[in-house]
């Protein structure tokens, strides 16, 4: 069994998505792939990743739940099938170097940003001949070149330099109710589906179409007694409308949106509150569902070396 280990020198770098997508890759060359998280069940943000790996498809990380490097043998027993390649995702740490030599394990640094190629070589030497590929995300378009070159220039395997995607960095429907503590009041949302942008409705109705149908992917921000502007959304591809100041909306607005299947949401705050507590939502988003999946997979395949990722498991 070859054991791949996931780490990075600072937190929110990708590792999650970057696991993810390469289990699944593997996966459908035929390989029999477990990816899991190590960590503790009381660790929020390890539980968040755990769940998504139990969602991959043919990846088999059942449970949903972070594991210790000790717990992993009954996880691989309780499959029932043998495991040809183990991914795991670990914060760095003191015991992570034992824990690689525990697993013998070949080691992937994930940086995130132009300027994590000091921080990826410091943890490189510390890993020695462990380290087998480096994977930076979040890159400038300008600056992907100059970036790639650096970290060869400065001796480390790069497996994929990947540029910033709005995709990757969108928050979820569920995400976002979560954030509003806002109250479904039609439809049955997808709590996974990625919103890339976040409208907030202009001061007049005459704008509103046009402003409207620049985006995709879009949620729109409005308020509740202001069916013209609801209206207007509507007419465009929303995904999601949010209805701000606790009334119900119109009855003119709840039977366009059923017809367009747009899901309601209903928050207590005003436009001003409601956007206040959104305002950070993309630093924070966290990676799962199927679209982020889909386009961390597209950017590795576009933007890595595919030479060198298959040599992780050869």
Not at 256 to 273: D, H, I, K, Q
Request: hydrophobic content about 45%; charged content about 20%; cysteine-free.
């Amino acid at each position: 069994m070859i054991t791949l280990l996931f780490l990075s020198p600072a937190a929110r770098a990708g590792k999650t998505g970057v696991v993810s997508a390469l289990a699944l890759r593997l996966a459908y060359q035929g390989r029999r792939v477990l990816a899991l998280r190590l960590g503790d069940a009381g660790d929020a943000a390890a539980t968040a990743d755990a769940r998504v790996m139990a969602t991959l498809p043919f990846a088999r990380g059942r449970g949903g739940a972070p594991v210790s490097v000790n717990g992993i043998a009954g996880v691989i027993e309780a499959g029932g099938r043998p495991v040809e390649v183990l991914l795991l995702e670990a914060e760095a740490g003191a015991g992570t170097q034992d824990a690689a030599e525990t697993l013998d394990a070949r080691v992937v640094l994930v940086g995130r940003g132009s300027d994590a190629g000091e921080a990826l070589q410091r943890a490189a030497a510390a890993l020695g001949p462990r380290l087998s590929g480096v994977v930076v995300t979040g890159v400038p378009e300008r600056k992907l070149a100059g970036t790639r070159e650096s970290l060869i220039g400065a001796g480390l395997p790069v497996l994929a330099v990947v540029p910033e995607d709005r995709t990757l960095y969108a928050p979820s429907v569920g995400a976002i109710i979560e954030a509003l503590d806002a109250e479904v009041i039609l439809g049955d949302p997808d709590d996974g589906q990625v919103i890339e942008h976040l409208l907030v409705n202009p001061v007049t109705v005459d704008p509103g179409q046009p402003y409207y149908a620049r985006r995709r992917g879009k949620a729109v921000i409005t308020r509740a007694d202001k069916t013209d502007l609801q209206l207007a959304a509507l007419q465009t591809q929303t995904d999601l409308l949010i209805l701000t100041g606790g009334t119900p909306p119109s009855p003119y607005t709840i039977d366009r949106a059923a017809g367009e299947e747009v899901p309601l949401l209903l928050t207590r705050g005003n436009t001003r509150e409601t956007v206040a507590r959104l305002e950070d939502i993309f630093t924070r988003s966290r990676f799962s569902g199927e679209q982020k999946l889909e386009r961390m997979g597209a950017l590795l395949e576009q933007y890595g070396d595919s030479q060198a990722i298959a040599g992780l498991t050869s």
